[in-house]
């Protein structure tokens, strides 16, 4: 089947949370990761079946479920999953947060690499953990990992988790296997166990691969846990449903108290269909929704080569969040956030909230249709313009 990306679905008055946080009609949402396209067609028909079943009450998780994840993690990432590892959640947000609940204890720390997905320092801050960064290294437009530092920091023996972001948001990179090693050897070394946030590992481009991190190693797999979610690459976060992959016995008893404690285990019968549709049928899909967002990436680098040239696109090898380098523009990615939205109605993320280094960055979703793209690249061109001529 070939799918319609171009396609402008309107999603303004449907309590879409991207849409409609912002009280202006002619609202251009280029933050929230939330993809702007129709899902496939038989997640819809699945979906459409189990609604005319007309009775929506609780579900308990088929072995069609897990089949369809292990499946779907062999074909896709060559990682040969086991039922008895796969635990089921409503999301992976709240996995994260009942994780570093059950793994540390008030006063640890557990380390993450700034600039990095905003909810690991609520999840941390909550449960009483304290946050310590290996900031990631920006050298000639591009991000790499202090290794050294990172071993410093691991050392330490309060530091008793790190949380990897596998493919990386916001800065889109695609750990290579040699970088994962290397990480994964020191967090041995020092008795740090690692968290895997891989939700967006099934959106990674042409000339990229993402290696799941207990792919590794036998020891990699059982000092380890990892969440995985239809979520991002279906485009079914309302859905809420993922799932945890611990292979340890002992680490997974402990693992489900924890989640059956913060109640995050029940999926719906929604959750249920979605999944099994989308990891049975979607590929299809998602082969096709990839080369459009790439498009859309080629679309806007030569938009700002073109226009706003003194700006800096990195490169995106996975996810389809954009982290633009906005340095020249001599102001606070705060201050570009509330000039995008006040005087042309253009949402996006602003660096800022992704910790250290990060606020002369700003994250743009370019999951959607070109012609919001464009019109969207056409309203920060209109803001950023003046902006860099007032810095020349």
């Not at 995008?340 to 280094?357: D, F, I, S, T």
């Amino acid at each position: 089947m070939i799918y319609n990306f171009d396609k402008t679905i309107v999603r303004r008055g449907t309590d879409s949370v991207k849409w409609n946080q912002q009280n202006y009609e002619d609202l251009i949402p280029l933050w929230v990761a939330d993809m702007d396209f129709p899902a496939a067609q038989p997640i819809v028909d699945a979906l459409s079946e189990r609604v005319r079943h007309a009775i929506y009450g609780y579900a308990s998780v088929p072995f069609a479920f897990y089949r369809a994840i292990m499946n779907w993690s062999f074909q896709r990432h060559k990682f040969a999953l086991q039922q008895g590892w796969l635990l089921p959640v409503i999301g992976v947000v709240p996995a994260l947060s009942a994780l570093v609940k059950a793994l540390t204890a008030p006063g640890d720390k557990i380390l993450v690499q700034e600039p990095v997905y905003h909810c690991f320092f609520s999840a941390i801050e909550r449960n009483g953990a304290e946050v310590v960064s290996n900031d990631l290294k920006y050298h000639d437009g591009q991000y790499s990992i202090d290794f050294e530092d990172f071993e410093s920091k691991a050392s330490d023996p309060r530091v008793k988790v790190f949380i990897l972001c596998s493919p990386h948001n916001p800065a889109g990179r695609v750990w290579t296997r040699a970088e994962l090693e290397r990480l994964g050897d020191i967090c041995l070394r020092h008795h740090v166990f690692v968290i895997s946030d891989e939700i967006h590992c099934d959106l990674v481009f042409d000339g990229y691969t993402h290696i799941p991190f207990g792919s590794i190693s036998a020891s990699f797999l059982s000092n380890s846990i990892t969440c995985i979610a239809p979520s991002k690459t279906f485009n079914l976060a309302g859905l809420q449903v993922a799932t945890v992959v611990a292979a340890d016995p002992e680490l997974k008893k402990k693992v489900q108290l924890a989640f059956l404690a913060n109640e995050i285990s029940s999926v719906s019968p929604f959750a249920i269909t979605g999944l099994i549709a989308a990891y049975e049928s979607g590929g299809e899909w998602l082969d096709q929704a990839l080369d459009y967002i790439h498009a859309n990436y080629l679309y806007l680098k030569d938009f700002m080569t073109e226009h706003l040239s003194a700006l800096h696109v990195l490169p995106l090898e996975g996810t389809y969040l954009v982290w633009i380098d906005c340095s020249a523009l001599g102001v606070s990615s705060r201050k570009l956030g509330q000039l995008l939205l006040e005087e042309v109605h253009v949402q996006v993320n602003v660096g800022a909230m992704y910790g250290k280094g990060s606020d002369n960055f700003i994250r743009l979703n370019i999951a959607c249709s070109r012609d919001i793209l464009n019109s969207g690249l056409l309203r920060l061109k209109q803001v950023f313009l003046p902006l860099l001529q007032a810095a020349e």
